[in-house]
């Protein structure tokens, strides 16, 4: 069983006297280093100079450097860019700065496993990945609780990266929901898998396909979307709060019984091969070769599903739907 570490039991002692960096101000930039600043440790964002973000990271209090002079001012260098443009930045701007005794910390192992980026001996490298989306790392920190986290030092030059990625995870909000420890290699895989298998691509794919059955045999598209895509948040809060039993609990027998008998022939033997087959690819480093590539090459195909997966019926009556509840109809990043 994992180790888990708690809020009592961790300090920011380790980081009180450090300077860090969090390169990149997305999802998960944004929220580490806002939930950072306010939990009183010392934070620079490094930015490219034309980046839209970077007045809204001054607006939103905090002291913002070029990716170049924060790695040169900080102690701690957390890589929040996106995973496939990481090893240029790091390559060309954050390892000229390094200093012997820094620390190079990651929220995903991606770019170490698939030696993407292979840092010199004398830094500690180690990682704080929380396990949600950044936008409910920053919401839930300012209600007082936090995401769960993981933590894994791959590389101990002072001895202390194992304290510093707790104190980390603290600043982050991280300890009040629990870390727990693994290795860059079953973070970076786990988490690969979790992605495409069940939580964006498997959940995304099942929806689209159950909305377009229901669609193709004539009913009408709205109730297609509340039946295959709205209600989906609806029963997974059940589950996330209580498990599965939960959710059996709290629907009809009449969904019980058919959600048990017929749900294995849905996702059944088939998909469970498939599943098998993405766990090797991301095992095997095909898949991340696949995506560094088509990074390379600018996203040409991730541009065109994105486009086309906007072009869905189900994202175009969707956002009717949720034009007309209120609370829906938020900006993600309303924070
Ligand atoms: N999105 C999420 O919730 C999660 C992400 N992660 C990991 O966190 C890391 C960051 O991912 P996201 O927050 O999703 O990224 P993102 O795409 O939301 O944000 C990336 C940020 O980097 C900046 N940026 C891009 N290229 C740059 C460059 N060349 N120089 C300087 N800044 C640049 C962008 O302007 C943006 O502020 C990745 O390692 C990812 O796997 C881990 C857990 C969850
Ligand atoms: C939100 C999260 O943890 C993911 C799905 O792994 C990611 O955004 O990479
Ligand atoms: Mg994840
Ligand atoms: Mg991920």
């Known amino acids: 069983m994992a180790t888990i570490i708690y809020d009592d039991e961790t300090t920011f002692d380790a980081l009180k006297d450090k300077t860090i960096a969090v390169m990149g101000y997305g999802s998960q930039g944004h929220a580490h280093a806002r939930n950072l600043h306010e939990s009183g440790l010392n934070v620079v964002v490094g930015l490219r100079k034309s980046s839209s973000s970077w007045a809204k990271a001054e607006s939103d209090g905090l002291k913002v450097m070029t990716v170049d002079d924060a790695a040169k001012a900080a102690d701690v260098i957390m890589i929040l860019l996106p995973d496939e443009k990481q090893a240029a930045t790091y390559y060309s701007q954050i390892e000229p700065n390094l200093k012997a005794g820094n620390a190079l910390v990651f929220a995903h192992g991606f770019n170490i496993h698939y030696n993407q980026i292979v840092p010199p001996k004398d830094v500690d490298v180690f990682m704080v990945a929380p396990k949600g989306p950044g936008h409910i790392v920053r919401r839930t920190y300012t209600e007082g609780i936090g995401v769960p986290g993981l933590i894994a030092v791959y590389q101990d030059a002072t001895g202390k990266a194992r304290e510093l990625a707790l104190s980390y995870a603290k600043g982050i909000g991280a300890t009040r929901a629990g870390v727990y420890e693994t290795t860059f290699r079953e973070e970076t895989e786990t988490d690969l898998f979790g992605e495409q298998v069940d939580l964006c691509g498997g959940l995304s794919s099942l929806i689209k396909n159950a909305f377009e059955v229901l669609v193709e045999a004539g009913y009408q598209p709205e109730m297609a979307y509340f039946e295959t895509c709205h209600e989906v948040k609806l029963i997974v809060d059940l589950i996330y ?54 990074g390379m090459v600018n996203h040409p195909v991730l541009k065109a599903m994105e486009r086309q997966e906007k072009e869905h019926p189900l994202e175009i009556v969707g956002k009717e739907i949720r034009a007309n509840i209120p609370w829906l109809n938020k900006k993600i990043d309303d924070d």
Request: glycine share 12%; proline share 2%.
């Open 241 to 294: 709060e209580g498990g599965l039993e939960r959710m059996w609990h709290s629907v009809s027998n009449t969904a019980e019984y058919g959600g048990m008998t017929v749900g294995p022939r849905i996702i059944n033997e088939e998909s469970r091969e498939a599943m098998y087959v993405a766990l090797e690819r991301i095992q095997n480093g095909e898949f991340a070769k696949e995506f560094i590539l088509e």
